[in-house]
């Protein structure tokens, strides 16, 4: 490391009392050199142990081991010297083929040697889109622009730059003389102000953000362009050959409309300045940047495009070369650059938008699947729905989403974390690492569709050749909980085709229920109400419904399963009829053709009555409705005889089926306030 003899002083002064300079006294040895603090004032100073006095740079290293900055010229004491230091420019001579072949990465390429040779010939012929060749950053240089349009005339609050650390100053200084000497921003003295953040990022450097937030709130909404994530990875799975292709900063590379440009404003310490090209996170960007790219690479068959991420795959390796050509010569044709090291070349499979996709289907990543496993409970709601996001992410891989979330969506605004929390946050980790492979559809075979419904939520399975191809799911509604089952049902199946529409519409499809009374919904002519609508919605598809039993069929029944567990586990119910020994001997489960749990004499009594009235379960219901769902549950001998003893004596059931019918006008009274479903709100007596 060079010397700093003869850099200027500088100084730190805290309030009036004293002032500090420091100055070193010798050369560097082993990279450590000493230095003299000095105290200007009147007062003593203490300096703590592992107070920072000073902040260290690297530097250019000259002939003569020091620093001359500006020459002759007088540099007045309180210049901040790190500014006159030569700035390195991205821009370079233009790399030699030799050069910009060793930037290309070929982990995993499953090309030939002669492919490779092939491949490195098109790249070099293509060499202008790629950013490495001569570090300048790419323009799109086609007629179309971003034009901002605002909603209403009003002026954003007129905002300051904040105060900052000297870190952050130099930073931003760096950033905005690098930006002007790009061509990418320029003094503005617009009114729509936004405020400059800067971000660690992994490698701890500095990302210089523009908070648009207050700005976009102004700015008229736009049609968005941008394709579903879902459609993209189910379309490019089932290839063998993968090429991944990255822009370099590709809203950047976008020109911004001249009369839009004072919208696109930002303030800091130094002044105001104005995008000239398009900036990240002001609305309309992303749907900017994804129609220009469709344009760029309009035609070229299996090229699937996410903003700034373009993927090329196809069957044979040929015709997977000849894409690759294509694509790169149309970023160059169009002044557009990618990033030549971060670009994958021929590989079996490709990671794109979080998954991984090869010729058996896609896949879960590894990698986005860890960081959400490694994550401990949450503790606050945020940290819930973050959680949640997250893993929501994965949802189409995962059977049964939206029962193993429910307790989690069921704390989401008031949190309070319990047993049936906590399992359910184990639940959704375990699934997400046995996360399903997704097969890609053949277009030319037919689809299978098992659905399932419960009062909890709704499920349905699309498959192709006994192949999972997509998983549905969702909680019910409060209102839809009231539904009786053949409406649950109902509802199930017209979810599961309006959630596979784009795979089966205009294509025979085959529907597996274990529900018979479906079977003759399409055949009534004479259903009123949801109902009705219901059946609408179906006969806008080719299906057929086959019934198959519950025990026979088995994705419906793995539906259906974890509904119990949902409301049965995850629920405080067995925590307040059993006792909580683990340990205990008494209880065990029972098989004899379903799984069912044996229960012992002593809570027989309590289970029955919270059974028959609990809101999710017996609701007071009708006996052989109750019965057969608690038998699907729960075994004892004589079981029949202990339900009809208790729930036959119910009162409130009594009550409801024994209400007098000559009750005087002068007994009439206020009826209280109902606690729960299923219990009278008012009543007249005419």
Same mark, same amino acid.
């Given at each position: 490391m060079p010397s700093i003899t003869n850099v200027p002083v500088k100084t730190a002064s805290k309030g009036s009392d004293h002032i500090m300079t420091y100055y070193q006294t010798g050369p560097v040895i082993d990279n450590k050199f000493a230095v003299i603090l000095q105290n200007h004032g009147a007062n003593t100073v203490l300096i703590p142990a592992n107070t920072e006095i000073g902040t260290l740079h690297s530097i250019?290293?000259?002939?003569?081991?020091?620093?001359?900055?500006?020459?002759?010229?007088?540099?007045?004491?309180?210049? /901040? &010297?790190?500014?006159?230091?030569?700035?390195?420019?991205?821009?370079?001579?233009?790399?030699?083929?030799?050069?910009?072949?060793?930037?290309?990465? &070929?982990?995993n390429c499953t090309l030939s040697p002669k492919a490779k040779e092939l491949l490195q010939e098109i790249i070099w012929n293509n060499r202008t889109a790629f950013f490495e060749y001569d570090g300048n950053a790419g323009l799109y240089?086609?007629?179309?622009?971003?034009n901002i349009e605002l909603a209403t005339s009003e002026l954003p609050q007129r905002i300051r730059p904040g105060r900052r650390s000297r870190e952050i100053v130099i930073e931003i200084d760096k950033k905005v003389e690098d930006m002007l000497e790009k061509g990418m921003i320029e003094p503005s003295q617009s009114p729509y102000l936004s405020r400059v953040v800067l971000v660690r990022k992994k490698d701890m450097k500095w990302r210089f953000v523009v908070d648009f937030r207050a700005i976009n709130q102004l700015i008229k909404q736009q049609s968005h362009l941008i394709p579903?994530?879902?459609?993209?990875?189910?379309?490019?799975s089932g290839h063998k050959y993968y090429s991944v292709f990255d822009l370099k900063q590709g809203f950047h590379q976008i020109p911004l409309d001249e009369h839009s440009r004072r919208i696109a404003a930002f303030v800091t310490h130094r002044g105001i300045y104005q995008y000239k090209v398009m900036p990240i996170g002001l609305t309309g960007s992303p749907d900017k940047l994804q129609d220009i790219m469709n344009k760029v690479l309009s035609n070229i068959p299996d090229c699937y495009i996410y903003l700034d991420d373009i993927l090329t795959c196809f069957q044979d390796k040929k015709s997977h070369i000849r894409n690759i050509d294509n694509t790169l010569a149309r970023i160059a044709e169009y002044n557009m650059k990618i990033t030549l090291n971060k670009c994958k070349f021929g590989q079996k499979n490709a990671q794109y938008l979080g998954y991984i996709i090869d010729f058996d289907g896609i896949h879960?990543?590894?990698? *986005?699947? *860890?960081a959400i496993t490694d994550k401990r409970e949450p503790k606050t709601e945020k940290e819930i729905k973050s959680f949640l996001g997250a893993v929501s992410y994965f949802r189409r891989h995962i059977k049964n989403f939206s029962t193993l979330a429910e307790p989690l969506y069921r704390v989401i605004n008031s949190y309070s974390w319990t047993s049936a929390q906590s399992d359910a946050f184990k639940a959704l980790k375990k699934a997400l690492i046995n996360a399903a492979v997704l097969a890609p559809p053949n277009h030319t075979a037919s689809y299978t569709i098992y659905t399932n419904a419960s009062f909890q939520d709704l499920g349905a399975a699309l498959t192709q050749k006994n192949k999972s191809i997509a998983f549905a799911s969702r909680s019910l509604k409060p209102a839809e909980k009231n539904n009786p089952i053949? *409406?649950?049902? /109902?509802?199930?199946? /017209?979810?599961?085709?309006?959630?596979?529409r784009p795979y089966i519409y205009g294509k025979h499809a085959k529907v597996v229920t274990d529900y018979k009374p479906l079977l003759a919904l399409l055949k009534n002519k004479e259903l009123t109400g949801i109902l009705q609508r219901y059946q609408m919605a179906i006969m806008e598809y080719d299906i057929t419904i086959v019934y198959l039993k519950g025990e026979d069929n088995h994705v419906a029944d793995y539906l259906s399963r974890t509904e119990f567990n949902a409301i049965l586990l995850n629920e405080d119910l067995f925590e307040e009829v059993f006792p909580k020994n683990e340990e205990s001997n008494d209880y065990s489960i029972c098989y004899r053709g379903k799984r069912r749990v044996l229960v012992p004499k002593v809570p027989r009594e309590e289970l029955l009555r919270r059974f028959h009235s609990y809101p999710l379960l017996g609701q007071h219901f009708g006996f052989d409705k109750i019965a057969d769902k608690f038998c699907l549950i729960f075994f004892w001998p004589k079981m029949l005889e202990d339900m009809k003893r208790i729930w036959?004596?119910?009162?409130?059931?009594?009550?409801?089926?024994?209400?007098?019918t000559n009750l005087a006008a002068t007994n009439t009274k206020t009826i209280p306030k109902p606690e729960g479903i299923w219990e009278t709100l008012n009543a007249d007596y005419i």
């Open positions: 250019e290293e000259v002939d003569d081991n020091t620093i001359r900055i500006s020459g002759d010229e007088i540099i007045p004491e309180d210049a /901040v &010297w790190e500014d006159s230091l030569p700035n390195y420019p991205e821009s370079h001579a233009p790399l030699t083929r030799e050069q910009l072949m060793d930037s290309i990465s &070929w982990t240089n086609g007629d179309e622009r971003l579903r994530i879902d459609r993209l990875i189910k379309e490019a879960s990543n590894p990698d *986005k699947v *860890k053949i *409406k649950l049902e /109902v509802l199930g199946l /017209v979810h599961a085709l309006q959630q596979f036959q004596n119910c009162e409130v059931c009594w009550k409801v089926k024994h209400q007098p």
